[in-house]
């Protein structure tokens, strides 16, 4: 079983569309918790943390739950400029990440 | 920009030659990370360095080393190149290991063996 699993996709929607993913962890002792970005051909950025109480950050809503062991994202009112690759990050707090494989999203007009 | 730099940005190599990839850490990260990442993947971890040394490995052969120097860059060499080494190559700096900060990567070298 991976460490960190997600639907690839892809994920079609269209401008304006309220779009969610899930991931999934299978080490319990995971500390942190992030969802990067990574648009085609370039590195991954961060594009927020996740924590337990929920965070948000404009159109973006990131949720973990401990308990299930799983990490959420949910982009509201998408925009074309949202189209990449969303990769599932967990932290053992060492510093390794381990990534799952990403999903990756495509806005159309 | 991050302020991690990597070199080269492409590379063609044939099968059974050695590479070296370097990498630039952002200003007053003393700890370098190098993953690789397969097409259709998320990047894998190799290892860490941290102050010059290996601060933890992945699931990688002895023929993936690494260096860190004393001004926190790094090289990650590999020796016997397969096919199966075609990927991008990043490197991640942070501020110290084992906290919850930001990695921030470059933007990798892309290795093709042939």
């Known amino acids: 079983r991976k460490e960190v699993e997600q639907d690839p996709g892809p994920f079609n929607v269209p401008e304006g569309a309220t779009v969610a993913f899930n991931c999934t962890y299978s080490n319990s002792a995971s500390q942190s918790f992030f969802w990067y970005r990574q648009d085609c051909r370039k590195e991954p950025k961060l594009l927020m943390s996740?924590?337990?109480s929920g965070n948000e950050d404009g159109r973006f809503t990131a949720q973990l739950n401990r308990a299930s062991q799983y990490i959420s994202l949910l982009i509201r009112d998408s925009k074309l400029s949202d189209s990449a690759t969303y990769l599932c990050?967990?932290?053992?707090?060492?510093?390794?990440?381990?990534f799952g494989t990403g999903t990756r999203l495509q806005v159309f007009p | 920009e991050t302020g991690v730099t990597q070199s080269p940005t492409h590379l063609i190599k044939t099968r059974g030659q050695q590479v070296t990839l370097r990498c630039s850490s952002q200003?007053?990260?003393?700890?370098v990370s190098w993953y690789q990442q397969a097409l259709g993947q998320g990047p894998q971890f190799i290892f860490q360095?941290?102050?010059?040394?290996?601060?933890g490995r992945g699931n990688f052969p002895p023929r993936f080393s690494g260096l860190q120097f004393p001004n926190y860059s790094s090289e990650l060499n590999v020796n016997a190149l397969e096919l199966d080494d075609s990927a991008l190559y990043l490197c991640?700096?942070?501020?110290?290991?084992?906290?919850?900060?930001?990695?921030?990567f470059g933007q990798g070298t892309r290795l093709t063996v042939v």
């Open positions: 990050v967990v932290n053992m707090n060492t510093d390794k990440l381990i």
């Open positions: 996740v924590y337990s």
């Open positions: 991640a700096s942070t501020l110290v290991p084992g906290m919850n900060t930001e990695a921030f």
């Open positions: 360095y941290y102050r010059e040394e290996e601060n």
């Open positions: 200003s007053g990260h003393n700890t």
